[in-house]
């Protein structure tokens, strides 16, 4: 699949991604307030993830601008985007976002996909910084880290006795969550996470068998059914899974699963939920890729696969820029993970 994230377009997603995490409004708020005191502006409890319309997408923004000064150093806000970054990784501003999440609303609030962006966030710098020339990025990395360290703890807390996913198509779906955490785990070595995480996976979802669901829902970015594949191949050696495969989607090539393997339409990228159709698009593509980079070239999937990651790419990609900010504040996000994956 030929990149489409020339140095042009690169940095357009970099000025989108500096705005967003500099933009005070709109933004929306989820917390539960008990008293009219807990009415407070969302900077007061988020100093570093207040903005960008919401606390995950900004952690996933601020990762965008990080993984392209790391791939394209070159570009032309590049400087302006590490100030951005000083600015807002501070050592003050994440050690009030760590206080948040040790109190009794952290252990929920934002799981587990804002979570999983963090994790994704903390092992970029940290990578970076290991690098010739990431200094900088260590500076982020170890102000971050106590932010880090609480999520950490939660997630390890929260697999431990989670008995069953959610598989939905929004921010609540565990696999794709699931997902960003095993590979940041595995970059930066952290065998515990990737054990813990693992346990969970198979316990969630290595029984599964027939898929049946019927997708895609009005307000789905991503599919129960491809996230879930994506997070098994990660946890299961290749015999094992395509066995798991061959059991949980027997019919992949069935009429009945058109409607997964091909583009649906976005009747107005511009409405909130219809910007999250157009995110399906990408984020099915790269759940089809992975997927059609484990398979056998002979096994019967593997076309269909590599063919349904180019038309979903193609499909998505014409989305991500000019539908205004319900659209602006989190495509670009997926179109880089798409195109330069992350870590």
């Known amino acids: 699949m030929a990149s489409r994230l020339d140095d042009d377009t690169a940095a357009r997603l970099l000025s989108v991604a500096l705005e967003n995490v500099l933009r005070d409004h709109p933004v929306h708020w989820t917390h539960l307030i008990s008293s009219d005191e807990e ?3 969302q900077s007061e409890l988020h100093p570093v993830f207040a903005r960008s319309y919401d606390w995950h997408s900004c952690v996933h923004q601020t990762w965008l601008i990080v993984r392209l000064l790391r791939l394209r150093p070159a570009l032309a806000e590049a400087a302006r985007a590490a100030d951005v970054l000083d600015s807002l990784l501070t050592v003050e501003g994440c050690e009030k976002e760590a206080e948040f999440f040790r109190g ?3 252990g929920y609030w934002e799981r587990p996909y804002g979570w999983a962006w963090l994790f994704v966030l903390d092992a970029e710098l940290r990578l970076w910084a290991a690098q010739l020339g990431g200094e900088r990025a260590g500076t982020w990395a170890d102000a971050l880290r106590p932010l880090t360290e609480v999520l950490r703890a939660r997630w390890l807390e929260w697999t431990g006795k989670a008995r069953w996913p959610v598989r939905s198509g929004v921010h609540s779906n565990t696999a794709f969550a699931a997902g960003l955490v095993l590979d940041s785990a595995r970059a930066v070595g952290d065998t515990e996470l990737v054990d813990a995480t693992t346990a969970a996976v198979v316990r969630w979802y290595g029984a599964d068998a027939g898929y049946g669901g019927f997708e895609p829902n009005a307000s789905d970015f ?3 059914a491809l996230t879930e594949i ?5 946890v299961l050696p290749e015999p094992a899974f395509l066995d798991w495969l061959a059991a949980f989607l027997p019919d992949l090539d069935a009429p009945r699963w058109s409607v997964l393997r091909e583009p649906v339409p976005v009747d107005d990228p ?23 980079a484990v398979l056998p070239a002979e096994h019967p999937y ?3 696969a590599d063919e349904a990651a180019r038309t979903h790419a193609e ?6 820029f000019g539908y205004g900010y319900a659209a602006d504040h989190w495509l670009g996000t997926f179109a880089a993970y798409l195109d330069v994956g992350a870590l």
């Open 270 to 292: 511009s409405d909130p939920h219809g910007s999250h159709i157009s995110g399906l698009m990408l984020s099915r593509a790269a759940a089809w890729r992975s997927l059609a």
């Open 39 to 41: 009415l407070v502006p």
């Open 302 to 304: 593997r076309g269909i």
């Open 222 to 224: 991503l599919s129960p």
């Open 230 to 234: 994506d997070v098994m191949r990660r």
């Open 315 to 320: 499909d998505g990609w014409r989305y991500v």
């Open 104 to 106: 009794p609303r952290g």
